[in-house]
């Protein structure tokens, strides 16, 4: 059976943009219903995710010359080393020690490879591609959310015994989906954090969507209205993006009176976060750290912070490098960093799990496209990757089933925004005369 793999200019093979579209909705859909189809045929239904990624793999070997980025051929490559020596050490796959975290990270690299090498030969063509599959499963979670926030604050029904809530939860007790209780909505995924994440992300994709003439103002707003029912660090996050997007105008004079709105209203949902949930927004209350802070802030004295600083000792200073363990399900990685007992994922899951070369490189990745969206005018698509840069505060919820491929997509995104701009730019400036083919300088 021959394989669906195109040829583009210059004879180099690449993958249809069909196949591609096919493949990455249906990793989507079947990690956005990861616990339902875990609540209906357990937890071997991962497996049918797992295929979809084989396959997506042997097409990308297939093309005679794969394109892909530095940064991300470092950064999975230390992954998949990182995996091997785990696996090494602590046992099989199949044993109790799972490799969940390895497989999202990789999996989802395999898609930002596909996705680079598919056969896209414009920017319209980009954002045409990624406008469907954002409005495909951005919908469903916009419908997921809505619907149980009407079950739960409207007609009082208690989600807990919902098939995919008790397989996300299993025998760990809840208050996701109680109305006693008023708590956030538990959503497909189980925990909200994984929908406040994607959703504030999308904030600003389908918001850059929408500046193109792609999407709908509703689905933007919508999608904005959303966050608030999730996660209170995106919450944050969110509204203080648009709030200084929009105060450097209105210091200037410049804004629009729907730049006016959009300001008064950021800074509101502020207060109003800080006002309801001021007390979780603070990441430690224990009063040797509180007065550690005090000596540091009024007194310049690092002393007593250092004392509650625990490193390890420098002949294990690898372990801060490198990480000493990132299985699922497994604590080898212990108490090895901690500083000042806050509690920063960065800090006390990161790091330990997979090292500061992991660390830097996430950044290094992110900041290079960041920086190169907001130099070419795409500032609003460039706030979608700040929620990502925030995300280490709990790096679970980035390093998750259907995150993590919803995370390399937006990447991929906004790679191959870049690099259609880049195409078209040269082509301003060279002209190829319709008969010989040569190149001119214009």
Sequence with gaps: MKLPVAYAVGGRRLIPIRVAKVLTLTILILTLFTNVTKGAFGTQANLVVDFVSFVAVILILQINKIHYTRLIALWLAYIFLHAIIQLLIHGGLLSGNHYTDYRNLLRGGVIFILLLNSNFKSAAQVDSFFKFIFIVVGSLALVNIYAELIAVRILGFDLRSLPYVEAAYGDVITTYGTPEHRERIPTLLGSPHFFGLTQASLVFVFWHLYKQGYS????????????????????????????????????????????????????????????????????????????????????????????????????????IIFGVGGVTGNAQYGNIISLAEIEVGLIVELIPKYGMVFVVLYYAFLWRIFVRLRGGGNKVLAFALIPFMASPLHMWTVNSTFVSDMFFIILAYCHLLLRAFDREYLCTLTKRTPKTGQLNKV
Excluded: C, H, W
């Excluded at 929009?246 to 502020?270: E, H, K, V």
């Excluded at 949930?277 to 000596?295: E, H, M, R």
């Design 216 to 319: 709908s103002r509703v689905l933007v707003y919508l999608t904005l209205v959303s966050v608030l029912f999730l996660s209170r660090l995106q919450v944050l996050v969110v509204f203080s993006i648009i709030f200084a997007y929009y105060f450097r105008g209105f210091r200037g004079f410049r804004t629009s009176s729907r730049g006016m709105f959009l300001l008064l209203s950021s800074a509101i949902a502020l207060v109003i976060v800080v006002n309801e949930f001021g007390y979780a927004l603070i990441l430690t209350g224990n009063p040797k750290v509180l007065l550690a802070y005090d000596s540091l802030i009024n007194y310049r004295s690092l002393e007593p912070l250092l004392e509650l600083s625990i490193f390890p000792d420098f002949e294990d200073l690898y372990k």
